[in-house]
T-cell receptor
């Protein structure tokens, strides 16, 4: 059974600081996704990572994938309050076409 | 092109009643997925459907839950004889093909009282 673990589960950080969220998964996967969810809202797709060594950046967020280590990271640079949300990674193995989600990381950026 | 549309957004049911959740996929998408999110948890896969076919229902509880995606009309997730533990947010996602990133709807928040 595929397991996806994120850490930390909760992250409180000051504006302007940098931090990294980690996503570990237990079996080989073809695709890894990062989503953002605001309270009471749906999921907003942030990144899709398809291959080993893939790195994608959008604004203050950068995601990377190491398939050998079965690890993805979401790096936050110079955090701002608007980034406060819960971030999920999700893994889609092979052609299974279903996502297995991590537990989520609740990010709180304080002024 | 409208996104994935779910309705209702909020649904309150008494224990023992039936809940019907609807999902209209994005135009051109024939693959639909249902996920459940319990409070303070991640999303859990329930079922994957294509038009008129259930492809993978490995995440569906064995009893009281069913899903369909008819040739015409929205996909329906049906929960019979609801219990308090069914209270959750139910998200639908659609994609144009297998292995293609899915887009999520706004979710239906079911509360069982």
């Amino acid at each position: 059974e595929l397991k996806v673990e994120q850490n930390p589960l909760f992250l409180s950080m000051q504006e302007g600081k940098n931090y990294t969220i980690y996503c570990n998964y237990s079996t080989t996967s073809d695709r890894l996704y990062w989503y953002r969810q605001d309270p009471g809202k749906s999921l907003e797709s942030l990144f899709v990572l398809l291959s080993n060594g893939a790195v994608k950046q959008e604004g203050r967020l950068m995601a990377s994938l190491d398939t050998k280590a079965r690890l993805s990271t979401l790096h936050i640079t110079a955090a701002v309050h608007d980034l406060s949300a819960t971030y999920f990674c999700a893994v889609e193995p092979g052609t299974a076409s279903k996502l297995t989600f991590g537990t989520g990381t609740r990010l709180q950026v304080t002024l | 092109n409208a996104g994935v549309m779910q309705n209702p957004r909020h649904l309150v049911r008494r224990r023992g009643q039936e809940a019907r959740l609807r999902c209209s996929p994005m135009k051109g998408h024939s693959h639909v997925y249902w996920y459940r999110q319990l409070p303070e948890e991640g999303l859990k896969f329930m079922v994957y459907l294509q038009k008129e076919n259930i492809i993978d229902e490995s995440g569906m509880p064995k009893e009281r839950f069913s899903a369909e995606f008819p040739k015409e009309g929205p996909s329906i997730l049906r929960i019979q004889q609801v219990v308090r533990g069914d209270s959750a947010a139910y998200f639908c996602a659609s994609s144009p093909g297998q292995g293609v990133g899915a887009f999520f709807g706004q979710g239906t928040r079911l509360t069982v009282v």
